[in-house]
């Protein structure tokens, strides 16, 4: 939410309190407008004195301010061009145009360049409370804070008793509850502790209510704290609790005090002893849950002193399971809220220590000497399953494990189709957090002392092969035991790239080339291999199949899809590069010619601009995003550079909005392209279009985690991804709804997921990959429904 002017200045909102005006940069006389208008009360007669100020509704930037003439009358100069949100405030009551009182629903306005944006605006009905605040002992009460809480509209209103315990505030008409004082101290009318139980105030239109209030008698809490070395503790952070809720803070004096005026009840008090140390609470425990209540009584002040807790020692002996010491392990201490973290390594005789521990709860893990494999105490593979040790300050705590005995495991590499051994690969294991790798050259990789457990291997053969690197291949690994994985690999091609200037021909390095499958949207997120003084490069093995290829451009040079016989900025146009087994294949040499630059802005559905926005020259694949993307700034303003003088279809992503392309289509190949000219600026504005979106219900089957699901929406022709949801965003029994553009097919690919690993996949229909997948027609406007079961 974008906060009011008021909080965004850290000053108290009050009666009577000084408007302060904020200096800002001069919009150019180009790019700047005027507001003007009058403000008048309910009644229609004007309000003097009242400041108004211009927001902008991009990012709720401070635009400018002024206040009204006596005749109501306000006039805001250089207010920038584009969307503005309009606030009215007197005394301490704020709404915004038109006759709002939340920020967020304001209306837009939009000022014009040199012209001039009229907005008149008449204050909401208002009434005053007034009345006398008076001490438990009857004598005024001077200074104390006054507040008014709004029911209908969730604001407040507030102001101070005068030197008689007097206070007056206009407030909106309606129901409100009054309170007085702050902090722990705060009661409301009448003479209530809390303000589920104030009595409720109606005001009625132009009306004036009473509320006269004695305060209650009041306690204190008030402590001495001191350092480990029994030294003053100043300037530390003090927190005061009531009913497990932070109720407020103060900070120790020079001599280590702290003091809390608090109504009668019950109160925890904590500390900091420094900053981004763990919260003490008094007298000396960690844990919330066991600190102690103080209670207090009307008059009574209550003592609640402390010391710093004193530092301690986590120490301990790791052992095979012969008792064999474990030497030049690393050893982990971590706080179980992951804020102090220390490490040791094991000696000789496999003992270790760490000192200056915090007092806290800890978990421990101990990593091998290659750091392939983890073990948690005691005895565990996962800090899930581990002890918790609680450290309590100045004690020594000792944790002695015993290393478990590994899996060994080999790996054996071969042709698919002839069986022959595949000498030269890297076999790559993973068990839960653990990894471990080995390589080999005699066509089997050993690995030793691997974590027990299931398991999956990657085999990576050397990068001179055209054999392809196979992952997932799944392995049962026991305890003190030794498992052999045989991995069928099967064999690509590679292609060889040459880029060279398309004026001079001469060769042109740096040049990196990207490849993607013709039926996928979307770059690779890696730079790609690139060419070397002679213009040349030859890329790693990929699957048989057909394929673009993207240029990356160096310097002056602008990007391009490779064509058969020069640069193109269209996906669809490139050359189409076929690899088959066991071959390399010369790609197209990739002629480069000088760069242009696109750019423009991008609006919603209002008109207003939209900052943030990925504007993109390359379609999203199932990875995190365009690589080669920029984001609108706050006048929702772009610029795409070093593209090649073609015509370039662009992809346009905003929150709320659905992906798009140029010319509000969701198919790249009907997009419209914008021509870009070498050494010159394309302009291309982009309105953008919500009219369609998918909603239904995901139903997860039994086995599957229900609050760990994804799928992903792309288009049906050229593999785009269009739009992505996960089940962090669900509603009620799995429904979901988001944007996405119409007018075309799409398929629906999910995911069923569990600490970050993928247990399942599959498409709509039930079908096993995108080619057999259904596809789903989105309407050109209007909601399309889908229900998705992941079976």
Same mark, same amino acid.
């Given at each position: =939410?974008?906060?009011?002017?008021?909080l965004r200045?850290?000053?108290?909102?009050? %009666?009577?309190l000084? =408007?302060?005006?904020?200096?800002?940069?001069p919009?150019s006389?180009a790019?700047a407008?005027?507001?003007?208008?009058?403000?008048?009360n309910?009644?229609?007669?004007?309000? $003097?004195?009242?400041?108004?100020?211009?927001?902008?509704?991009v990012d709720?930037?401070?635009?400018g301010?002024?206040?009204?003439?006596?005749?109501?009358h306000?006039?805001?100069t250089?207010?920038?061009a584009?969307?503005?949100?309009?606030s009215?405030?007197t005394?301490?009551l704020i709404?915004?145009a038109?006759?709002?009182l939340?920020q967020?629903?304001?209306?837009?306005?939009?000022?014009?360049?040199?012209?001039t944006?009229t907005v008149?605006?008449?204050?909401r009905?208002?009434?005053?409370?007034s009345?006398v605040?008076?001490?438990? /002992?009857g004598?005024?009460?001077?200074?104390?804070?006054?507040?008014?809480?709004?029911?209908?509209?969730g604001?407040?209103?507030n102001?101070y008793?005068?030197?008689?315990?007097?206070y007056t =505030?206009t407030?909106?008409a309606g129901?409100?509850?009054?309170?007085?004082?702050?902090?722990a101290?705060?009661q409301?009318?009448?003479?209530?502790?809390?303000?589920?139980?104030?009595?409720?105030?109606? #005001?009625?239109?132009?009306?004036t209510?009473?509320?006269?209030?004695r305060l209650?008698?009041?306690?204190?809490v008030r402590?001495?704290l001191?350092?480990?070395?029994?030294s003053?503790?100043?300037?530390?952070d !003090?927190?005061?609790?009531?009913?497990?809720?932070?109720?407020t803070? +103060?900070?120790?004096?020079?001599?280590?005090?702290?003091?809390?005026?608090?109504?009668?009840?019950?109160?925890?008090?904590?500390?900091?002893p420094?900053?981004n140390?763990q919260e003490q609470?008094v007298?000396?425990v960690?844990?919330?849950?066991?600190a102690?209540?103080?209670?207090?009584a009307?008059?009574?002040t209550?003592?609640?002193?402390?010391?710093?807790?004193?530092?301690? *020692?986590?120490?301990g002996?790791?052992?095979?399971?012969?008792?064999? &010491?474990k030497?030049?392990?690393q050893v982990?201490v =971590?706080s179980t809220?992951?804020?102090?973290?220390?490490?040791?390594?094991?000696? %000789?005789?496999?003992?270790w220590?760490?000192?200056?521990?915090?007092?806290?709860?800890?978990?421990? +893990?101990?990593t091998?000497a290659?750091?392939?494999?983890?073990?948690w105490a005691?005895?565990?593979?996962t800090s899930a399953?581990?002890?918790?040790?609680?450290?309590?300050?100045?004690?020594?705590v000792?944790?002695?494990?015993?290393w478990?005995?590994?899996?060994?495991?080999?790996?054996?590499?071969?042709?698919e189709v002839t069986?022959e051994?595949v000498?030269e690969?890297?076999?790559?294991?993973?068990?839960?957090i653990?990894f471990?790798?080995?390589?080999?050259k005699?066509g089997?990789?050993?690995?030793?002392? !691997?974590?027990?457990?299931?398991?999956?291997i990657d085999?990576v053969p050397?990068?001179?092969?055209?054999?392809l690197?196979?992952?997932?291949?799944p392995?049962?690994l026991?305890a003190?035991?030794?498992?052999t994985?045989?991995?069928?690999l099967a064999?690509?091609g590679k #292609?060889s790239?040459?880029?060279?200037?398309?004026a001079t021909? /001469?060769a !042109? %390095?740096?040049t990196c080339?990207?490849?993607?499958?013709?039926?996928?949207g979307g770059l690779?997120?890696?730079a790609g291999n690139c060419?070397?003084?002679?213009?040349?490069?030859?890329?790693?093995?990929?699957a048989p199949?057909?394929?673009? %290829?993207?240029a990356l451009a160096?310097?002056?040079?602008?990007h391009?899809w490779?064509?058969a016989?020069?640069?193109?900025?269209?996906?669809?146009?490139?050359?189409?590069? #076929?690899i088959?087994?066991d071959?390399t294949?010369?790609?197209?040499n990739?002629?480069?010619?000088?760069a242009g630059t696109?750019?423009?802005v991008?609006?919603? /559905?209002d008109?207003?601009?939209?900052?943030?926005?990925?504007? +993109?020259?390359t379609?999203?694949g199932?990875?995190?995003?365009?690589i080669h993307?920029v984001n609108?700034d706050?006048r929702g303003?772009?610029?795409?550079g070093?593209?090649g003088?073609y015509?370039w279809?662009l992809?346009?992503t905003?929150?709320?909005?659905?992906?798009q392309?140029?010319?509000?289509?969701?198919d790249?190949?009907? $997009?419209?392209?914008v021509?870009?000219?070498?050494g010159a600026?394309?302009t291309?504005?982009m309105?953008?279009?919500r $009219?369609s979106?998918?909603?239904?219900?995901?139903?997860?089957?039994a086995g599957?985690?229900?609050t760990?699901?994804?799928? *992903?929406?792309?288009?049906?022709v050229?593999?785009?991804?269009v739009?992505e949801?996960?089940?962090y965003g669900?509603?009620p029994?799995?429904?979901y709804?988001?944007p996405?553009?119409g007018g075309?097919?799409v398929?629906v690919?999910?995911?069923?997921i569990?600490?970050?690993?993928?247990?399942?996949?599959g498409w709509f229909?039930?079908?096993?990959?995108?080619?057999? $997948?259904?596809?789903?027609?989105? &309407?050109?406007?209007?909601?399309?429904?889908?229900?998705?079961?992941?079976d």
């Amino acid at each position: =939410m974008i906060q009011s002017f008021l909080l965004r200045l850290g000053g108290a909102v009050a %009666a009577g309190l000084l =408007m302060v005006a904020v200096i800002v940069a001069p919009a150019s006389a180009a790019e700047a407008g005027n507001v003007a208008g009058v403000h008048t009360n309910h009644a229609g007669e004007p309000i $003097a004195e009242a400041w108004v100020a211009a927001w902008s509704a991009v990012d709720g930037s401070y635009l400018g301010g002024s206040s009204t003439d006596a005749a109501g009358h306000y006039s805001l100069t250089g207010v920038p061009a584009g969307g503005v949100r309009l606030s009215f405030q007197t005394e301490s009551l704020i709404q915004w145009a038109p006759g709002l009182l939340v920020q967020d629903d304001a209306r837009v306005y939009q000022v014009p360049a040199a012209g001039t944006l009229t907005v008149d605006e008449r204050r909401r009905p208002t009434g005053v409370i007034s009345g006398v605040l008076t001490g438990s /002992a009857g004598a005024p009460a001077a200074w104390v804070t006054v507040d008014t809480h709004d029911l209908a509209g969730g604001t407040h209103a507030n102001a101070y008793t005068d030197g008689a315990g007097r206070y007056t =505030m206009t407030v909106w008409a309606g129901d409100h509850h009054v309170g007085f004082g702050s902090a722990a101290a705060k009661q409301w009318a009448p003479q209530v502790v809390t303000e589920e139980k104030a009595g409720k105030i109606a #005001v009625a239109p132009g009306a004036t209510v009473r509320v006269d209030e004695r305060l209650l008698p009041t306690g204190t809490v008030r402590g001495l704290l001191t350092g480990v070395d029994g030294s003053p503790l100043a300037g530390a952070d !003090v927190r005061l609790y009531a009913g497990g809720n932070l109720i407020t803070t +103060s900070s120790t004096g020079d001599e280590g005090t702290y003091a809390f005026t608090v109504l009668p009840g019950d109160y925890t008090v904590s500390f900091l002893p420094e900053p981004n140390r763990q919260e003490q609470y008094v007298p000396g425990v960690l844990d919330k849950a066991k600190a102690k209540a103080h209670t207090v009584a009307a008059g009574q002040t209550v003592a609640a002193d402390d010391t710093v807790l004193k530092p301690s *020692t986590v120490l301990g002996r790791l052992a095979g399971a012969d008792g064999a &010491p474990k030497t030049g392990f690393q050893v982990f201490v =971590m706080s179980t809220d992951e804020q102090h973290g220390y490490s040791a390594k094991t000696g %000789a005789g496999g003992s270790w220590q760490v000192d200056g521990v915090h007092p806290g709860d800890y978990r421990v +893990s101990f990593t091998n000497a290659s750091g392939s494999r983890v073990q948690w105490a005691r005895g565990k593979n996962t800090s899930a399953d581990t002890e918790i040790f609680t450290v309590a300050g100045g004690a020594s705590v000792t944790v002695n494990d015993t290393w478990l005995p590994g899996a060994t495991l080999i790996v054996n590499a071969v042709d698919e189709v002839t069986g022959e051994p595949v000498s030269e690969f890297c076999a790559q294991v993973e068990i839960g957090i653990s990894f471990d790798e080995s390589c080999a050259k005699t066509g089997t990789a050993t690995l030793l002392d !691997v974590a027990p457990g299931s398991a999956t291997i990657d085999v990576v053969p050397a990068g001179k092969s055209y054999f392809l690197r196979k992952d997932g291949t799944p392995a049962t690994l026991a305890a003190g035991q030794t498992a052999t994985a045989t991995v069928r690999l099967a064999k690509g091609g590679k #292609v060889s790239f040459s880029a060279s200037s398309g004026a001079t021909g /001469a060769a !042109v %390095a740096k040049t990196c080339f990207l490849l993607r499958a013709i039926d996928q949207g979307g770059l690779p997120d890696e730079a790609g291999n690139c060419t070397n003084a002679k213009g040349q490069v030859t890329g790693p093995t990929l699957a048989p199949g057909t394929y673009a %290829a993207f240029a990356l451009a160096p310097g002056s040079y602008g990007h391009q899809w490779v064509g058969a016989s020069g640069g193109t900025g269209d996906q669809k146009e490139a050359a189409r590069i #076929v690899i088959t087994a066991d071959t390399t294949v010369a790609a197209p040499n990739a002629r480069l010619d000088p760069a242009g630059t696109i750019t423009g802005v991008v609006t919603g /559905a209002d008109g207003a601009p939209i900052a943030d926005a990925d504007v +993109s020259f390359t379609a999203w694949g199932f990875g995190p995003g365009p690589i080669h993307s920029v984001n609108t700034d706050e006048r929702g303003k772009y610029t795409i550079g070093q593209l090649g003088p073609y015509a370039w279809p662009l992809s346009f992503t905003a929150n709320g909005y659905p992906r798009q392309w140029s010319g509000n289509v969701g198919d790249r190949s009907g $997009a419209v392209r914008v021509p870009v000219t070498a050494g010159a600026t394309a302009t291309y504005d982009m309105a953008l279009t919500r $009219a369609s979106s998918l909603s239904g219900k995901v139903t997860v089957p039994a086995g599957l985690p229900a609050t760990g699901w994804r799928f *992903t929406v792309i288009n049906a022709v050229t593999g785009d991804q269009v739009a992505e949801f996960d089940s962090y965003g669900q509603g009620p029994d799995g429904t979901y709804t988001l944007p996405v553009i119409g007018g075309q097919q799409v398929k629906v690919r999910w995911l069923a997921i569990a600490d970050g690993n993928v247990l399942k996949t599959g498409w709509f229909g039930g079908a096993a990959d995108q080619n057999s $997948a259904t596809g789903v027609d989105i &309407p050109a406007a209007g909601v399309k429904r889908l229900n998705l079961t992941l079976d």
